[in-house]
């Protein structure tokens, strides 16, 4: 920055702003520098924690300037030491959104806990983050120590989304390096302990968000989730070619909204068509995880923060989850050849 410039003044800085006792800035930099300013970014939050009326401060490290697109597969390139302590990170991730991919995620997560694992979730949707209502989730997280945040706790797993950071009706209107700096940073500095999986909840797409997960840290696999119709199914498999792009694993293939099951008459419709997903698994040959039918009741738990496996384990839909996470981990272990956590599931 130019010498005797104001730092809120320099023309990098864009910010701060400050929404409900969360004050967020943003550090225009580039690639290279990006490593010379851990210093500046530290004593910048600690500058604006100090603001009156500023409970937690949020500093991003951006890079708007123009550049040739990143190329995926970089399988000799290292990865940063981030993770250090999680056996495996599972993105969950559909090819387009309204397909039921957030509460899939939260209902595995709990269902891997069920099965006696340790788990956390990661919210990489920075633009429309799911996980706090999703899991009834309020407040801020808290700084630990060693300067790194804390996970927040929900029904036994660990979470952290952008959405317990801003207001729930803040416009995220981040440029793509921001998101994907502030992706990275819910990485690398979060203090997620020692999970034997950590779930990522990934946007729908395949844009700047699944490149930073990519690249920020070695994916064990992914689960890709649609509906049975075919709009759906088209985007799902360019999330499977992504993956298989950057030599990650399709741990499997979960059918959402298969049919719904009308309270009334008790009859099962086909709102989306039927076996398009599995079908797609079938011909793709990637495992296929179970179809999960659309209900009120699921419906209803999602949106009062206690999952259907948290609210009704013994129910079909809670069982259905318990045993498609039990898959999951099947395949995750059978798929690695490096895992050696003592830890079984249940029933083993």
């Known amino acids: 920055m130019p010498d005797g410039t104001p730092f809120l003044g320099a023309p990098q800085v864009s910010g701060p702003v400050l929404s409900g006792g969360r004050i967020s800035l943003s550090i225009m930099t580039t690639a290279a520098g990006a490593a010379s300013l851990g210093e500046t970014r530290s004593k910048a939050e600690a500058a604006l924690r100090a603001i009156p009326g500023a409970e937690t401060a949020f500093v991003t ?13 970089q399988p000799n390139a290292a990865k940063p030491a981030v993770l250090a302590e999680v056996a495996h990170v599972v993105a969950v991730a559909s090819g387009k959104g309204g397909v039921g991919k957030s509460t899939t995620a939260v209902n595995l997560a709990l269902g891997l806990r069920a099965n006696g694992l340790k788990v956390g979730i990661l919210d990489a949707d920075i633009h429309g983050p799911s996980i706090p209502t999703l899991l009834a989730l309020h407040g801020q997280p808290r700084m630990g120590k060693d300067r790194r945040l804390l996970p927040m706790q929900s029904n036994g797993i660990s979470a952290m989304s952008m959405g317990m950071m801003v207001d729930a009706e803040t416009a995220m209107v981040w440029r793509g390096p921001m ?26 797409g395949t844009g700047d968000a699944q490149l930073a997960i990519a690249q920020g840290t070695k994916l064990a696999g992914a689960v890709i989730v649609s509906t049975p119709q ?100 099947a395949n995750l272990v059978a798929s690695s050849s490096k895992y050696q956590s003592p830890r079984k599931l249940q029933g083993a």
């Not at 490290?61 to 597969?73: E, M, Q, S, W, Y």
């Not at 998101?179 to 946007?203: F, H, K, Y």
């Not at 797609?280 to 496996?309: C, H, Y």
């Open 179 to 204: 998101v994907m700096s502030a992706i990275t940073q819910m990485l690398a500095e979060v203090n997620w302990g020692a999970l034997d999986v950590l779930i990522v909840d990934m946007p729908p």
């Open 61 to 73: 490290l951006t890079n708007d300037a123009a550049a040739a697109p990143p190329v995926l597969k």
């Open 230 to 329: 075919d709009l759906a199914l088209i985007d799902a498999r360019r999330g499977i070619a992504m993956f298989k792009k950057v030599d990650v694993p399709i741990l499997g293939l979960i059918e959402n909204m298969a049919h719904f099951t009308c309270n009334d008459c008790g009859k099962q419709h086909a709102l989306f068509g039927t076996g398009g997903a599995e079908a797609e698994a079938k011909r793709l040959n990637v495992p296929f995880l179970g179809a999960v039918p659309l209900t009120m009741d699921l419906r209803a738990a999602s949106d009062s923060g206690q999952p259907i496996v948290v609210r009704d384990p013994e129910g079909p839909l809670g069982k259905l989850y318990v045993e498609m996470a039990g898959a999951l981990w």
